[in-house]
């Protein structure tokens, strides 16, 4: 959460001359309402539901920059997925820019409790060895811009041995 996932994702689709696709919003369009209105009205297994779902789908899709959600990789079989899609990318940043980041709107589900910082740092620390274990190379977006981040990442891809056709 908050490390600017979408926003890099975009520009490094535009790097790539890849389309560009955002699990989170695959998933509103699926079940035609807001990610926290699927979070309210089912609750958080449901939402892991329909997000390996829609990861599932775009097995076998060519020329793709896919964003996920942060907790998309907490299932094994996601992370199997995506290993099989491509290069994994972990886009990442300080801890506290994170959480800046994460909290601009209010809007995050996993965030609505009475202590949304703590919330923010378990979920992190839960997350981080998983992140580890998943990803081909990480980023450091932290004092990049969007466009340097999505140049950091096209390079990491390519020392990773990934080829674009542009």
Request: charged share 30%; aromatic share 8%; hydrophobic share 35%.
């Amino acid at each position: 959460m908050g490390c600017g996932k979408s926003s890099v994702g975009r520009r490094l689709a535009g790097l790539t001359g890849h389309r560009f696709l955002d699990t989170d919003d695959l998933i509103a369009q699926a079940e035609g309402r807001s990610i926290p209105e699927i979070f309210a009205a089912e609750g958080e297994a449901y939402f892991r539901d329909v997000e390996h779902r829609v990861l599932s789908e775009q097995v076998g899709i060519c020329g793709l920059v896919l964003s996920t959600g942060g907790g998309l990789v907490l299932r094994p079989e996601n992370r199997e997925i995506l290993r099989r899609l491509g290069v994994v990318a972990w886009l990442d940043a300080d801890r506290e820019a994170l959480f800046e980041r994460a909290t601009r709107t209010g809007k995050r589900p996993l965030l609505q409790t009475d202590n949304p910082r703590e919330t923010f740092f378990r979920l992190l620390d839960e997350r981080l060895s998983v992140y580890q274990e998943v990803a081909d190379f990480r980023v450091d977006s932290t004092n990049l811009s969007h466009d340097e981040a999505a140049q950091s990442l096209l390079d990491g891809a390519l020392r990773e041995g990934r080829r674009f056709e542009y």
